[in-house]
């Protein structure tokens, strides 16, 4: 896919669960080879609006499509990667066995390629250690290397890093910056602010709504402030002692 | 439908039992451990201890009932205690653990008409059921000295004085296929619900099907294993010679099958493809492992009760019969029976009856199962 083409777009979407509206007609165009960066606090609807673009949930309305198709769309799903918020692995398999088996899912046979995947995720010399006995950075890793072993076109990392060291998680930050190079289409949400100046362009979330769009220097200039956490606080109308509106 | 990843889901559920070291002992030792146990319980039963009253409400005027049925007694080898000359008495007897039953013999008994009243402690149904049979028993043989009169029964298949578990194995173990098999099912798959595997195994290409398909083969294998395991402890028999103070001992039941072993393991084998699929489809209502486990009320519970395995489904009353009639298990049950009690081959009507509804049940449950897995998890 050539660099800035619409990798995705959502179009006045929204998703109720009875009085709920977890997506609030929400409009987005993102494009390939760059990071986007859902921020917004738990509940805000970033897992939900991650699930509406996967075809994991259908919409109430509106309208998502990821690479020119609308979604939901089956066979697509082998050019999309989704790393859930939990590990989702089979803890009774080892570490080698996860990988093939979610690989075998979305057609990826081919074993020098899962093991170039498990090297990434720097897990190459654990493929024999069982799920149990792994760390909980370890799990996170191999749960990416999951959502990468089939090389998609679009990714959808819901909080990554979650419960990862500062050490780990500059290096996932790192290998995220290498595929958007490569021209891979990353969507990462996060509930952690500071991680906004990671991702080429963030979208604000507060409520199902979208508060703001794009880049943590644009975000913070328009709101005035220093950091991304105070900026989203003011965009968001909240008045504390220590960020006066 | 793609071959590969059904081969890929059944292969993985396949390396996850087998990891998983206490639900296959549950898949495959439970089984033979609770066929074993009921084996030797129903087939070793020891006769209840009975201490007998006999009150002659007749007096030392008429003593020709309570001797003769003392009599019985004696031969019978059951002791007889004193337990007074009246009702009462007799009451206070049983009540005070004297003794387990009392017989009243009315004054004067004339061997016809008068009814015999039997005073028993109704603590225990089951106790009072097995002393009222050895009651019954004496009277038989008290009233009958003169005239011996005796019953000869004949059945068409099997023998009536032949081992009680032959009639009774087909239940059981039809029960066992599915009970398992369900439970373990219910719990896998509600795992992959709830940890995150099933949303992930999701956002893949794979289809329904391929998952429903998968998983019945992957369980299904498992299934088989035991299916044939339960088939080889029922039919089979090894004698282990004792050794040293050790007495000898059998391993297995070695009940006596009139049909094909193979048409049974048919017969057994939808049952438990049944069973995965019911179960898939039902943890899609559980939230937590202990409400599959509530399933088992609802679900396997009743199916013990109206299937066959304690009643005849004919004795049930009329609201439950064709309640019956629709349960996979009164199908697996009977077509059990039809092969190892009667000998029935495919062509017999009742059996080919029982095995398409078996196979209709695996299907519709196959399709359900199918429609609970949606991309959409709210």
Known sequence: MRPDELAIETRDLHKTFGEIHAVDGIDLSFHAGRIYGLLGPNGSGKTTLIRLMVGLAVATSGSVTVLGTPMPSRPLLARIGYMTQSDGLYSELSVWENLKFFAAMSGQRDDAVIAETLDVVELGDRRNTPILELSGGMRRRLSLACALVHRPAVVFLDEPTVGVDPVLRYQLWDHFRRLATAGTTLVVSSHVMDEGDRCDELVLIRAGRVLTTGSGVEIRQQAGTQDLESAFLKLSGVTTASHPQ | ?378
Not at chain 2, 313 to 318: A, E, G, M, T
């Open chain 2, 1 to 378: 439908m793609s071959r590969r990843r059904v081969a890929a889901i059944a292969r993985r559920v396949m390396q996850q039992v087998r990891r998983d070291r206490r639900s296959l002992a549950l898949l495959i030792i439970a089984p033979l451990a609770v066929l074993a146990l009921l084996g030797f319980v129903i087939r070793d039963e020891k006769p209840i201890e009975t201490r007998l009253g006999i009150v002659a409400l007749g007096g030392p005027a008429d003593t020709r009932v309570p001797q003769a049925l003392s009599a019985a007694a004696a031969q019978a080898g059951i002791t007889v205690v004193d337990v007074g000359t009246d009702a009462a008495s007799g009451r206070a007897a049983v009540q005070d653990g004297r003794a387990d039953v009392v017989i009243v013999a009315p004054a004067p008994f004339a061997g016809g008409s008068a009814a015999i009243q039997v005073i028993t402690l109704g603590e225990a149904p089951a106790d009072d059921g097995a002393r009222l049979q050895v009651v019954a028993g004496l009277i038989e043989r008290a009233v009958s000295q003169g005239a011996p009169l005796t019953i000869e029964h004949e059945t068409i298949y099997g023998s009536p004085a032949g081992d009680v578990l032959n009639t009774f194995a087909p239940a059981l173990i039809g029960f066992f296929g599915f009970f398992f098999v369900f439970v373990l099912t219910g719990i896998s798959f509600l795992r992959e619900r709830t940890g995150g595997t099933l949303e992930r195994l999701l956002a893949t290409p794979v289809r329904r099907s391929e998952i429903v398909v998968g998983y019945s083969l992957g369980f299904g294998f498992f299934a088989t294993i035991q299916v044939v395991l339960i088939l080889i402890f029922t039919l089979g028999v090894l004698t282990v010679p004792g050794i040293g103070p050790l007495a000898s001992f059998n391993v297995g039941l070695g009940i006596t099958s009139a049909g094909s072993p193979a048409l049974a393991f048919v017969v057994l084998f939808l049952t438990a493809i049944g069973a995965v699929n019911l179960a898939i489809f039902l943890s899609t209502y559980a939230r937590t492992e202990l409400q599959v486990l509530e399933f088992i009320p609802i679900v396997i519970v009743p199916q013990a009760l109206l299937g066959g395995v304690f009643w005849s489904v004919n004795s049930l009353p009329d609201p439950l019969g064709p309640i019956a009639g629709v349960l996979p298990m009164t199908h697996a049950i009977d077509g059990l029976r039809a092969v190892l009690v009667r000998g029935a081959g495919l062509s017999d009507g009742s059996l080919q009856l029982d095995i398409a509804y078996l196979v209709g049940i695996a299907i519709l449950f196959v399709v359900l199962a199918g429609t609970t897995i949606r991309r959409e998890i709210a």
